[in-house]
């Protein structure tokens, strides 16, 4: 028995995640395991409603299951950034889901914008660190006769760039980008794993050239890390230039493992050329713990209650879950459920289909009862 917590959030978030889980139930009724289903009403609707973004009973609740399936929040209601901190960010937090597992993937049938490549060209593992770096969230944005806490800073600006920082013409901010020996170690550990499970190479994604002291602790910790896998190919690439490679060749990749930030911005790369943000999943991983599983995409408010919004990148969050309960025959039947619709051309609209959202859902999880 799985106990799953669902959380819909806002927009298209609850239909794909009903898709979802007919399918996870189709696989649990083919794989002989049940599931138990926890529905959590988290969301922008709430937040206008109460004020609450996440409560402690929520958490109370989250904290019961073995696992968490999240649809996708925002909302054009609400100012950017309260959502996504206070809901998204703040159960990777609470959660301490160290590791954001996105995997770069051409299933068959899915057209890539780049030309000429293939499935076998495109399958390599993103992963990104999930807790540290520049979404540590301490920052501040000040003028110059404002008193801050972190008078170093004001300081150093100061000093660097000689100018009066009591001044109320000058307003600064900054951001802090910040990794731990501790955070990093853990996570590229993880991608060492993987790596040797695929028995080829771990490509870290930095900037260590000019943002040096974090990256530079964070290629140290790579080191060391790797020695402990002689069989797995090491290598260093600076994030500007893997954009290019991406593109140019992604069959050069296997384990990708970055830092926070880059990592978001090179899954949205990663998700394109692997067919668009429609495909493209996400684990965000605590092997200690609760992990939580969720389509990269937003929460398109335009489409909400249409039942157009495509389900697979869902669905194949939903085949991540379940491998990381351990289910992996019933992970593979998903993934391969997705794979058959899309060549059988049983997909929506904005994959050239005419189907909706939940017949997708439907359709994939006779296909996975019926072991086709
Ligand atoms: C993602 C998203 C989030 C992130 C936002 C919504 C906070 O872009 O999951 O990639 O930046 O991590
Ligand atoms: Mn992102």
Redesign the pocket.
């Known amino acids: 028995m799985h106990r799953i917590a669902a959380i819909g959030g806002d927009g298209i978030g609850p239909e794909i995640i009903n898709a979802g889980r007919s399918v996870l139930n189709a696989a649990g009724e083919k794989y002989n395991f049940d599931i138990e289903w926890v529905d959590f009403d988290i969301g922008s609707d709430r937040y206008l409603r109460t004020g609450e973004l996440l409560t402690e009973e929520d958490i109370t609740g989250l904290e019961a299951c073995d696992s968490i399936f999240f649809g996708a ?2 909302d054009d209601r609400v100012k950017p950034g309260i959502i ?2 206070g809901i ?2 703040a159960l ?1 937090f609470h959660f301490d889901q160290y590791i ?1 597992l996105r995997p770069i993937q051409l299933l068959h049938g899915v057209q890539t914008p780049l030309a000429n490549k293939k499935p076998e060209d495109i399958d390599f593992l993103v992963v ?1 660190e ?1 807790t540290e770096d520049f ?1 540590v969230g301490i920052g501040s944005r000040f003028k110059g006769s404002e008193k801050t806490s972190l008078e170093v800073i004001r300081n150093l600006y100061s000093i660097k760039f000689g100018v009066d920082v009591e001044s109320d013409a000058e307003e600064v901010a900054y951001q802090i980008g910040l990794i731990s020996r501790e955070g990093a170690e853990r996570v590229i550990r993880y991608a060492f794993e993987r790596a040797a499970d695929r028995g080829k190479k771990c490509s870290s994604v930095d900037k260590a050239n000019v943002l040096s002291d974090i990256y530079g602790l964070w290629r140290e910790v790579y080191t060391e890390v790797s020695k402990g896998y002689p069989d797995v190919e090491t290598e260093f690439t600076f994030v500007d230039a893997v954009t290019m490679w991406f593109v140019k060749n992604p069959e050069w990749f296997d384990v990708v493992v970055t830092p ?2 880059f ?2 911005i090179v ?2 790369l990663g998700a394109m050329i692997q067919g668009g943000l429609g495909l493209a999943p ?1 684990g965000n991983i605590n092997p200690d713990g609760i992990s939580m599983f ?1 389509p ?1 995409h ?1 929460s398109a408010p335009k489409y909400k209650g249409m039942n157009i919004a495509n389900p697979l990148a869902t669905i194949w969050a939903g085949s991540l879950l379940l491998d990381s309960l351990g289910e992996r025959e019933a992970a593979n039947a998903v993934l391969k459920g997705i794979e058959s619709s899309i060549v059988a051309g049983y997909v929506t609209k904005d994959m050239g289909g005419s189907q909706s959202t939940s017949s997708v859902g439907d359709w994939i999880a006779d296909k996975i009862r019926s072991g086709e």
């Open positions: 929040i925002g996504e901190k998204l960010l990777r954001n990104r999930n979404y926070n930030m990592g978001d899954t949205d996400g969720e990269i937003g």
